[in-house]
């Protein structure tokens, strides 16, 4: 099984500044998680939802997914990148996030 690559939160941090188009931070918490902040120009796809909107997903782009702790975006990124899509998960997730958040 291949490793899916992992971001650290320091990293994703240094890129949500940037205006890079090909990068797609995809948030996979609940609603009720994701009212509590969520990173800046993240896309909220909760886990459940993502078979339902992958062919959405355009293959060309890179996604960052991120969870409260990290487990349930690897879920996602496991399942993304069988899937042909270029995927990093953010370990430590939202607990180890200390950059700003948007409401």
């Given amino acids: 099984m291949e490793q899916i690559k992992e971001i650290t939160p320091e990293e994703v941090e ?10 797609v931070i995809i948030d996979v918490r609940e609603d009720e ?35 409260r702790s990290g487990r349930r975006s690897m879920n996602a990124a496991l399942y993304l990148h069988d899937r042909g899509y270029k995927v990093v ?7 180890e996030w200390d950059g700003e958040v948007v409401f």
Avoid: R
């Fill in 33 to 67: 998680e994701v009212a509590q902040g969520m990173i800046e120009g993240a896309k909220h796809i909760p886990l459940g939802e993502i078979p339902e909107v992958e062919e959405d997903l355009d293959k060309e782009k890179n996604y960052i997914l991120v969870c």
């Fill in 14 to 23: 240094k890129i949500v500044g940037e205006t890079d188009e090909d990068i």
């Fill in 89 to 95: 998960n953010m370990v430590g997730g939202m607990l």
